[in-house]
């Protein structure tokens, strides 16, 4: 009822002050809403989903607004329904032995500062964003109220394709936010936390956010300039897994089960976690081709060789712990020296 009344009101002022903004979002009953988008097409025979899919759009009314609430409620829900576990289990001393950084530990004063700015990028940058997503995809071509959708071997092959993608344009993109002005005045917020958590994967400048979010949304967009079999069901699966790995990539914990144990070339939170503690090294998001051909991982890969060559439980505690303090004390002088001045080098 609430949401209602927003949009009715919504909907008045842009009557008045903007006529055709008010023309796009004006809201049609059932009736109207299945004739305009599906025509005579019998429903009956898709599946649950489908139909389902179907249903809402028709319920809602208009499909702008249909696709912009669902965009915005599944970013909010899967980000903080993915984020809000790590902490619960961060509380839990069982779970301390896969700990990362085992020493450190956010306050409830961190956790509330990252929330609200976390809150405050998602509806100031990213809702004005995701209200424009579904004339940005009609425009590209991409399906978005339509059913049936995508046969699943065709979505797990553009899921794969935007990861790569993901992957190539994060990680020269993060390697270009630590040269020096960009990161004094852009990156810094985000080493904020030099032991990472999973709600913190999205706590960073306004500017970051958008720069970054452009490797998540134009895959989808430039492989829609090659084919015109793009649905957004497929987007929304794919920004799931991507929400997915980037708090997990912030978690803090490395688990026996992790991923990039069955996956070598999986980067995991044990691979974002040394950037945030050594500041350098380790710029790739999903995957750890770019770091090793390019050498920005080389002092990673020594740790886990020292950590390796360990004797025992007690001679690798005190392998670990000794690379974690070195790590950190190289770190805070390449980010003091990346600060000092607005000249910089991207850091290697």
Same mark, same amino acid.
Not at 225 to 249: E, M, S
Not at 313 to 333: C, I, N, Q, W, Y
């Given at each position: ?12 002022? +842009?009557?008045?002050?903007?006529? $055709?903004? #008010? ?20 429903? $009956? ?25 669902? $965009?915005?409620?599944l970013h909010e829900i899967v980000y903080f329904g993915r984020a809000i576990p790590w902490l619960i289990i961060d509380?839990? =001393? ?7 950084? @085992? ?43 339509? !059913? ?15 990861? !790569? ?7 020269? +993109? ?21 032991? @990472?958590?999973?709600?913190? +994967?999205?706590?960073?400048? @306004?500017?970051? !956010? ?9 895959? =989808? ?17 794919? !920004? ?10 912030? *978690? ?16 995991? #939170? ?8 050594a500041f350098t090294n380790c710029f790739s998001t999903s995957f750890r081709w770019w770091d090793y051909m390019l ?10 060789? /020292? ?17 974690? *303090? +070195? ?8 980010? /003091?020296?990346?600060?000092? $001045? ?7």
């Open positions: 009822m609430a949401l209602t009344s927003a949009l009715t009101y919504a909907t008045d002022l +842009a009557s008045k002050y903007a006529p $055709s903004l #008010a023309d796009s979002l004006a809201i049609s009953n059932a009736t109207m809403t299945q004739t305009a988008l599906y025509g005579d097409a019998d429903l $009956s025979g898709l599946s649950w989903l489908e139909r389902t899919w179907a249903a809402y759009y028709i319920a809602v009314g208009n499909p702008i607004i249909a696709t912009g609430l669902m $965009s915005f409620f509380a839990m =001393p069982f779970f301390q032995q896969w700990k990362l950084q @085992p020493d450190k530990h956010v306050t409830k004063e961190q956790i509330w500062k990252c929330t609200k700015v976390v809150l405050l990028t998602h509806f100031t940058c990213e809702a004005p964003l995701i209200w424009l997503f579904h004339p940005i995809c009609c425009y590209f071509g991409m399906a978005t109220y339509e !059913v049936p959708f995508s046969p699943v071997w065709l979505m797990a092959a553009q899921i794969a394709f935007f990861f !790569v993608f993901e992957d190539t344009f994060h990680y020269w +993109a993060h390697r270009g936010l630590h040269y020096g002005p960009f990161y004094k005045h852009i990156h810094k917020l985000h080493h904020e936390f030099s032991a @990472p958590i999973g709600l913190a +994967a999205e706590y960073a400048h @306004p500017l970051e !956010v958008m720069i970054l979010a452009q490797g998540t949304i134009s895959g =989808p967009f430039i492989y829609c300039l090659f084919r015109n079999d793009l649905h957004i069901i497929t987007v929304y699966l794919w !920004v799931t897994l991507r929400l997915f790995q980037a708090v997990d990539a912030h *978690s803090g914990y490395d688990f026996p089960w992790s991923l990039h144990n069955f996956v070598p070339f999986w980067a995991g #939170a044990s691979h974002h976690d040394w950037h945030h503690q050498g920005t991982d080389t002092k990673y890969h020594a740790h886990l060789a /020292r950590v390796a060559a360990a004797k025992n439980p007690k001679e690798r505690a005190a392998v670990e712990a000794r690379d974690r *303090s +070195a790590a950190e004390a190289e770190g805070l002088r390449a980010e /003091r020296a990346s600060r000092a $001045s607005g000249k910089g080098r991207l850091q290697e």
